[in-house]
């Protein structure tokens, strides 16, 4: 029996077709339709034929299950698969699963991560470097090459503060961190005030934002995805995807599609650069991202590590791009999202400020102090001075910050409210999966099954009754202090915004790396408050929900 034929509840239409989901998918709100229907049916919803969202808790480890009972990832995820060479991401195959998981798992662990915060500190002064002025223009990531600046009214009017979307600043940055931690070299996003690339580093792509091109590919892929045979491999798939390119009526899906192109060409671009250096001075091999990827890449081949036999080019660029998507925008949206909520509550961020103040001993308006402080010393002082050509900056460290308590329980409650991923991650029962059973009824193979990130993370009897408001204190160790505000403390295996099982975020650490000091260090150098206080943080979905903007007023502190 088909799981369409089966009494699970749904709309009728989903029985018999995938538009209902995909026209909602188009629109940008795939989650909250998702969300719709498990209020209006139930913790079982139809939502496509033969596909049903499972919103029960206890689905979690069903869906996502380790070991012998992990399930595939289904076929939505061909649309993510370019020139017909899965990477670890879109991959189905369990065995090349485990053996890319491994070769990235060395180069992304917590120690490998931590040996590389130099490289995100380099970057780090850089986010901080741009003073907030009204010639600090940042193009925006959703309007190619519209500079969102030019368009806020309060700047136009020459009205109170500064405003920057501080979105496409930190979508800068991310892809700043992770071109120089995977190509040996930033894309200078942050120097050039753009996520456009220049000539030479941007393959075939032309002014469009890689923010945006990434957020194109993510929305036609989402949509796709729920028609396999629209993207389907080999010759066909290739005839396929041509007629889709150049007379599919939507222009969505036609620039989502050339835009997969353009970041293909970019990576390819990337990693030929920085394979072309390391050939010719073998002395000064940097040991960043790629260099591991390769080693291990090779292993996992058996090439031996010295030999001359090259790895296959399309599978370096295949990774190497998926840490080109996967490790940039999701972190920039994140980030976004983290301080769209801390500054949407003036008594959070009045808290974390304090927090920090307190914590790390020294706000920016002391930074005439700091060519007082003993260089690059860890111990005597909790902040690296470093020199860069026009002035000095301060630096935090990861080890500072990492255990902050409401800093660390803001991030995670931020990250409740706002998973990047926030529709079901779907899996596939097929014909060798051990037999599944959902709240008590049996699955029969064929059938996809997700766990929606956004209800779930929403449910009033994981979160309590206020489960729909931000509240930090639901992460607080201090069972005691949890309690004095009436919050129910959170329990960590519900949150799904890193996804969970064997195919979990590999790049966490080096995430939530990321998001500490990046919040931190903003919020201890800048005074900030919101453009609009009014308005709802808005998002728009395609595989990852993004942010469409974060306008801030920013100046010193
Ligand atoms: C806040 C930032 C991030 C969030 C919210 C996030 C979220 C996720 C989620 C939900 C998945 C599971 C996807 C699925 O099951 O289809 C995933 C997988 C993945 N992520 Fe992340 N991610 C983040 C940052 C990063 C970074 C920085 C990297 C790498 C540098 C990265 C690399 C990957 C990879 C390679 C996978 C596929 C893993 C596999 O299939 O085994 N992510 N991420």
Not at 20 to 37: C, E, I, T
Not at 299 to 316: A, I, R, T
Not at 353 to 365: K, M, Q, R, T
Not at 538 to 548: Q, T, Y
Request: proline residues 6%; contains cysteine; neutral net charge.
């Amino acid at each position: 029996m088909r799981a369409d034929a089966m009494n699970i509840p749904g709309p009728f239409l989903s029985r018999y077709s995938s538009l209902p989901l995909a026209l909602h998918s188009r629109g940008g709100k795939r989650h909250l339709y998702v969300h719709s229907m498990h209020q209006k049916y139930g913790p079982l919803v139809l939502i496509a034929p033969g596909h049903i969202s499972c919103s029960h808790p206890d689905a979690i480890n069903v869906v996502y299950a380790q070991g012998e009972h992990a399930l595939p990832k289904s076929d939505f995820y061909k649309a993510f698969v370019i020139d017909g060479t899965p990477n670890l991401f879109n991959t189905q195959n369990r065995l090349e699963h485990t053996k890319r998981r491994k070769a990235l798992a060395h180069p992304l662990s917590y120690k490998s991560v931590k040996e590389m915060e130099e490289w995100i500190a380099n970057n780090m002064l850089k986010e901080c470097e741009p003073k907030p002025s009204t010639t600090q223009i940042f193009t925006h990531p959703h309007t190619n090459g519209v500079p969102v600046g030019a368009e806020t009214p309060g700047r136009a009017s020459g009205g109170e503060g500064n405003c920057t979307n501080m979105h496409a600043w930190f979508n800068c940055f991310t892809f700043d961190v992770i071109s120089d931690l995977a190509f040996g070299q930033s894309l200078g996003m942050l120097d050039r005030g753009t996520d456009v690339l220049p000539d030479s580093s941007r393959g075939n792509g032309q002014d469009t934002g890689v923010a945006a091109m990434i957020g194109l590919r993510g929305r036609a892929a989402a949509f796709l995805g729920l028609f396999p045979p629209l993207v389907a491999f080999g010759k066909t798939g290739l005839l396929i995807r041509w007629l889709l390119l150049h007379f599919w009526p939507d222009p969505l899906i036609r620039k989502g599609l050339s835009s997969s192109d353009m970041l293909s060409d970019i990576a390819t671009t990337c990693v030929r650069k920085r394979m072309s250096s390391t050939n010719n001075d073998s002395e000064t091999i940097r040991d960043d991202l790629l260099h591991r990827l390769l080693t291990e890449l090779r292993k996992s081949e058996q090439l031996v590590d010295d030999s001359k036999e090259p790895l296959d080019e399309k599978v370096v660029v295949t990774e190497a791009m998926l840490l080109l998507t996967a490790g940039s925008d999701t972190t920039a949206d994140s980030a976004a999202a983290i301080l769209w909520y801390i500054l949407a509550q003036p008594a959070v961020h009045q808290r974390l400020v304090a927090e920090l103040d307190e914590n790390i001993g020294i706000v920016s308006h002391d930074l005439a102090a700091a060519d007082e402080l003993p260089k690059h010393d860890q111990v005597s002082h909790p902040f690296r001075t470093v020199a860069t050509k026009q002035s000095r900056y301060l630096m935090l460290f990861f080890h500072q910050v990492k255990s902050l308590p409401y800093l660390t329980a803001t991030i995670q409650e931020a990250l409740r409210m706002f998973a990047t991923n926030a529709f079901g991650l779907p899996r596939v029962v097929s014909d060798s999966s051990k037999p599944v059973t959902l709240m008590g009824t049996n699955i029969p193979p064929g059938t996809e099954l997700s766990v929606p990130a956004y209800t779930i993370q929403r449910d009033r009897d994981i979160w309590g009754e206020d489960a729909y408001e931000f509240k930090a204190e639901r992460w607080l160790q201090d069972a005691e202090s949890s309690e004095s505000v009436g919050v129910k403390k959170a329990d960590p295996k519900y949150l799904l915004t890193f996804g969970a099982g064997p195919r979990m975020c590999i790049g966490k650490n080096l995430a939530t790396l990321q998001l500490h000091l990046l919040i931190s260090t903003i919020l201890l150098r800048y005074k900030l408050e919101l453009y609009d206080p009014h308005k709802d943080l808005e998002a728009i979905e395609g595989f990852m929900n993004k942010p469409v903007e974060v306008l801030v007023k920013i100046s010193q502190r």
